[in-house]
């Protein structure tokens, strides 16, 4: 085997743990199984949930994490919480 082909299988399992699903229990809680995207996508859906991306500078970002977890909540909840209190004012 070429040592070229050797690099292409070294890069090739790397790219294959890269896109493992993540561990359980993110942001310390713990859960009890893992859901593939598939399903998770379903189970949004059916909360009526839709994926937003936005860009946050990095301070802001770290802000609402640690609010996040003195709340024992979640930040997708923290977010909502947040964003829905500014479009109340």
Do not use: H, Y
Not at 17 to 29: E, F, L, M, S, V
Not at 52 to 60: S, V
Request: aromatic share 2%; net charge positive; with cysteine.
């Amino acid at each position: 085997m070429k040592r070229t082909d050797l690099e292409k299988n070294i890069g090739l399992k790397i790219k294959s743990q890269i896109n493992r699903p993540g561990t359980a229990g993110r942001i310390g809680q713990e859960t009890a199984v893992a859901v593939d995207r598939r399903e998770q996508r379903k189970q949004d859906q059916a909360l009526g949930l839709v994926p937003f991306a936005i860009k946050l500078n990095g301070d802001l970002v770290k802000q609402i994490q640690s609010l996040a977890q003195e709340r024992q909540i979640g930040l997708n909840e923290m977010v909502a919480e947040l964003l829905q209190k500014g479009l109340n004012c």
